[in-house]
């Protein structure tokens, strides 16, 4: 299967494990999500691993970029998380999806990949239109020191030198499966002191439902992160990274399909969406 087609399945992945996180959050509290979309995805790694002929041999480099991968991503979800409570939703979503560029910029200069100009165009219109998907301007202004946007571009930067990161790693020892499910149980480690400390400023709300959309959420989670690493073992960071960073056209094309939230779509998200198909199409051509 083509780089670009799983990918583009991994940006779907993504976007499902967001639309199942939302349903959670009707019932549990963020500490809740959390925690059971972390173990959901370790756990269902981790079967992987094992229904996949158990754990291989590998590099110990290779295990090293890994798990600092794991410990990058709990500080790029804290920075997300962090971005979002100071500067709000409209104004940390743009500046986190920004990481294509980063990521493009640290392939071609470190890993010497090679990018002409079609998917460098196409890699501006996804970020772009990823931009106008998510930039929310009727969203009421709040008060906010300057440097908070470091936050959210903070965030956006790591995760921009995380895929190259998987890359580099993935050249030392190509095992998608057991480095995702390595990832996972390192991500799931570094949050646990976060959630001790937090759960005595709020109670842990365990419901049914809840548990079982936020178990769905961290399956998504988990095969999108198994997918994208799948896709740069046989694919660059160039042509990757900005078409998984398409997950939120398909959070909107959901929501407009299956969850009627129809007043979304507006002329600013038509133009988005047609600039992130555009640009997904220049990346794929361009190659």
Known sequence: ????????????????????????????????????????????????????????????????????????????????????????????????????????????????????????????????????????????????????VLYSLGAGVLAGIAFPLRRYGLTITNEPVFFSAVIAVVSLVCSLPYAWISHRHQPLVWHPRGVLHLSASGFFEGLGALLGLIALGAGTVVVVSPIIATTPLWNLMIAYFFLREREKLNARTALGTVAVVAGTIAITVGR
Request: charged residues 5%; glycine residues 8%; neutral net charge.
């Open 1 to 148: 299967m083509a780089p670009e087609l799983i990918a583009l399945l991994a940006a779907i992945s993504y976007a499902l494990f967001t639309v199942y996180g939302w349903f959670g959050l009707h019932y549990a509290t963020a500490l809740v999500a959390t925690i059971v979309s972390l173990a959901s995805r370790t756990i269902m790694l981790w079967l992987a691993v094992v229904l996949t002929g158990g754990i291989p041999q590998f590099a110990p480099l290779a295990l090293g970029v890994f798990i600092s991968l794991g410990i990058l991503q709990s500080v790029i979800s804290l920075l997300t998380f962090t971005g979002l409570q100071k500067i709000g939703t409209a104004r940390s979503q743009p500046l986190r999806n920004t990481y294509p560029l980063w990521s493009a910029f640290i392939a071609i200069t470190l890993l010497q990949e090679q990018a002409g100009t079609a998917v460098l165009a196409g890699t501006m219109l996804v970020v772009v239109g990823v931009v106008l998907i998510t930039w929310q301007p009727e969203t009421k202004a709040i008060d906010y020191c300057w440097w908070h």
